[in-house]
């Protein structure tokens, strides 16, 4: 399992990368281990806004279905079209493959989520 030391995480397996005043969001390599073959990804649109813990968007394998949860409060700048196109990249490198970019309205909120080795406590426990 692979954890990236210069992201933050979430409970719910999600990756953020902070760039300035926007972030960029995915699911973990945990997360798409744990799902399998993922065939369908579904993601909002460019301009939504959302508030921390809605639903971000949906992503399923031939095994589950998921809802992907927003961790910060922001509006949505940029969607990744290309793993709408082809959802088996997440597979492939679940990092590289980011699903929405936000402009972040509250960036207190970063200090809600996990550091690189709190996730990786978490993902021990849930093994």
């Given at each position: 399992?692979?954890?990236?030391?210069?992201?933050?995480?979430?409970?719910?397996?999600?990756?953020?990368?902070?760039?300035?005043?926007?972030?960029?969001?995915?699911?973990?390599?945990?997360?798409?281990?744990?799902?399998?073959?993922?065939?369908?990804?579904?993601?909002?649109?460019?301009?939504?806004?959302?508030?921390?813990?809605?639903?971000?968007?949906?992503?399923?394998?031939?095994?589950?279905?998921?809802?992907?949860?927003?961790?910060?409060?922001?509006?949505?700048?940029?969607?990744?079209?290309?793993?709408?196109?082809?959802?088996?990249?997440?597979?492939?490198?679940?990092?590289?493959?980011?699903?929405?970019?936000?402009?972040?309205?509250?960036?207190?909120?970063l200090e809600?989520?996990?550091?690189?080795?709190?996730?990786?406590?978490?993902?021990?426990?849930g093994e």
């Open positions: 399992m692979k954890i990236l030391k210069n992201l933050l995480y979430t409970k719910e397996h999600e990756w953020i990368k902070v760039e300035g005043n926007k972030a960029y969001i995915g699911i973990t390599d945990f997360a798409q281990h744990a799902l399998g073959s993922i065939v369908y990804v579904e993601l909002p649109e460019v301009d939504s806004e959302l508030s921390a813990g809605e639903t971000l968007g949906a992503i399923e394998s031939v095994k589950a279905a998921s809802d992907i949860f927003i961790p910060l409060d922001g509006k949505i700048v940029e969607i990744n079209e290309t793993i709408v196109d082809e959802p088996a990249l997440v597979n492939e490198d679940a990092f590289e493959n980011w699903m929405v970019a936000i402009e972040m309205t509250d960036k207190s909120q809600s989520l996990l550091s690189p080795e709190a996730y990786e406590e978490l993902c021990k426990e």
